[in-house]
């Protein structure tokens, strides 16, 4: 079974990221770096994205003619996708709990942050075969 | 990394037989298309057979035989309009020396890469299609490159080939004349594979294909075909020139280590030997031209032993060299780099004033990562951090974002303490 695992924050939480001290970002990034070796090693690794900063992000929708109409003022509270994980495991526990290590991750303020993440099952296009 | 990840002597053979092999395929059935098809699953039997059953006494004429044939089935298939009962034999082919050396044209490649490199096509196409046909890579290990799924990659060089078809270029050699208003845009490929090789060779990325030594293959190749242009060797110096500081450019960590306190220990001497022996022919032949002039650069700092040794007045002669050939903004900004290793941070700040209203590059992150850097050597830290941060946002490349936000923490850090240390002096001296 597929899972997506989404990190969102709101623009506040990415400009204090931005000021986070330096041994705060390099805990972040050997962190990161060590879940995604330990998704690759497990064999549950599908894909995982990191997302640029929503500085230019659009809402995008089609005019009359189908042309793209794009708008970038989003209220202070929404909540912009930061990154994503895929991955391919046995059971919803098991995306629970990788879900709960990438919340482990340090935070900011020295913090052992707990991110909230987001984990949702991905439609597969083949059907069970009800056995 | 630095092209460690070795090819198998068989992956090895394949690649460099792959376009001889398409040359002839192509030159016999006239249909580069489907040539390019077939060469592709003779290439896929020989990974597969091979191993097990052992190398065919001609490897290459073994490839042209199931080439040959799978193209036979496909015509006869279509003829037929019925259903090929038959897909790539699995038998070993006889094999008829004599017909294939004969059929062998040492220009081929040449072909092919001119081919490959239509200006019709898009250059991702190009780049992909570069890499199948002349560089005898499989679909898998292009679409693995490119980190893109390989369904995707299979319609990329697709699309490639009916541009190809529909543009009606002959497989012909080019004209002296068409060689040189085609070789640019040729070398342009070249450069783009290389680039994204050396830029996605950042991080733990180590099951990837190693593009950038692939594009040296490949460029070896332009150069062992067109020995006497001087473009063709300056591109591959700049490439060897600028790989050599591959295994210096990241930490333990993958963070991005700049060339000023990269360990020069670690550069590849080799490469750099190479590269400077190449630009010193490219530069006997008269005009420089763009790669040339880069490599230029990119030997100036190879030579250095120490950074601070580094012969900055020469590489502000080069920058104003290349400002004057073919300016841009991103050689505006290196040219302003120069500038303030010559006459100082405050100077090169000037001359990066003349791109606030340049809309190519306005709000683009290399400007702001400039001017931290700049304004850091001036000791505004304050400025500094402001620029960082706002380079780290606009980043599309997570270890530079990574290494852009740890700057401007490390400025700050260092700032806090001085402030911390000057103010606790301040009370020991009241």
Redesign the interface.
């Given at each position: 079974m597929k899972y997506i695992l989404m990190m969102s924050a709101r623009k506040s939480d990415?400009e204090a990221?931005?000021?986070?001290?330096?041994q705060?970002?390099?805990a972040n990034?050997?962190f990161m770096?060590a879940f995604?070796?330990e998704l690759k090693e497990s064999g549950a690794f599908v894909a995982s994205e990191?997302l640029?900063?929503p500085?230019d992000a659009k809402l995008v929708r089609a005019g009359s003619n189908g042309e793209p109409i794009t708008d970038g003022v989003f209220p202070e509270s929404k909540e912009f996708l930061a990154g994503y994980w895929i991955i391919d495991v046995e059971s919803a526990k098991q995306a629970y709990a990788f879900a709960a290590r990438l919340s482990r991750g340090p935070g900011g303020g020295g913090s052992t942050g707990s991110m909230p993440v987001e984990v949702r099952q991905v439609l597969s296009s083949h059907g069970d075969l009800g056995l | 990394m630095n092209g460690q990840t070795a090819d198998t002597p068989l992956e090895h053979l394949l690649r460099e037989l792959a376009p001889q092999v398409l040359g002839v395929i192509t030159r016999r059935f006239r249909d580069f298309s489907a040539a390019e098809d077939a060469v592709q699953e003779a290439l896929l039997a020989a990974f597969r057979q091979w191993p097990h059953d052992g190398m065919p006494e001609s490897p290459r004429g073994w490839l042209i035989h199931v080439a040959s044939r799978r193209m036979t089935d496909m015509v006869r298939s279509e003829l037929a309009r019925r259903e090929r009962e038959n897909t790539v034999a699995e038998a070993e082919p006889a094999v008829e020396p004599a017909v294939i050396e004969a059929d062998m044209d040492p220009d081929d490649t040449l072909i092919l890469l001119f081919m490959c490199c239509h200006p019709a096509l898009s250059a991702s196409s190009a780049i992909a299609l570069t890499l199948r046909a002349v560089g005898g890579l499989t679909t898998a290990e292009i679409a693995n490159a490119f980190m893109v799924p390989e369904s995707t990659m299979a319609q990329r060089i697709s699309r490639a080939k009916q541009s190809i078809r529909a543009s009606r270029v002959p497989f012909l050699a080019p004209t002296a004349q068409e060689r040189k208003e085609r070789l640019p845009a040729v070398l342009h490929i070249l450069y783009l594979i290389f680039s994204e090789g050396y830029a996605s060779s950042i991080g733990?990325q180590l099951q990837r294909l190693d593009l950038a030594r692939e594009a040296i293959r490949l460029t070896r190749h332009a150069r062992a075909l067109l020995p006497e242009d001087a473009e063709v060797a300056g591109l591959l110096a700049l490439m060897l020139l600028t790989d050599a500081r591959q295994a210096a450019r990241t930490g333990p960590?993958?963070?991005l280590i700049p060339l000023d306190k990269q360990d020069r220990n670690l550069w590849d001497r080799a490469e750099i030997a190479e590269g400077t022996e190449l630009l010193r022919f490219a530069l006997s032949k008269g005009v420089a031209g763009l790669y040339q002039l880069q490599a230029a650069i990119a030997a100036v700092h190879d030579e250095a032993a120490r950074a601070e040794d580094t012969d900055w007045p020469q590489i502000l002669a080069l920058y104003e060299l290349l400002r004057t050939m073919a300016p841009s903004p991103l050689v505006t900004l290196n040219h302003a780099i120069a500038v303030a290793m010559v006459d100082g941070p405050a100077s090169g700040l000037e001359k990066l004033k003349a791109l606030d209203n340049d809309a190519r590059l306005a709000g683009h992150y290399r400007l702001d990562a400039v001017r931290a850097h700049l304004f850091e050597m001036l000791g505004d830290v304050e400025k500094a951090v402001e620029h960082y941060?706002a380079a780290?946002?606009?980043?599309?490349n997570?270890p530079e974002q990574?290494y852009l936000?740890?700057q401007?923490?490390?400025l700050e850090?260092a700032c806090n303490r001085q402030s911390v240390q000057s103010a606790s002096q301040n009370r020991e001296h009241s």
């Open positions: 990415f990221y931005a000021k986070w001290s330096r705060e970002l390099e990034v050997a770096r995604s070796r990191g640029a900063w500085n | 733990e960590g993958g963070e941060r780290a946002t606009g980043t599309t997570l990574n936000l740890t401007a923490a490390r850090e």
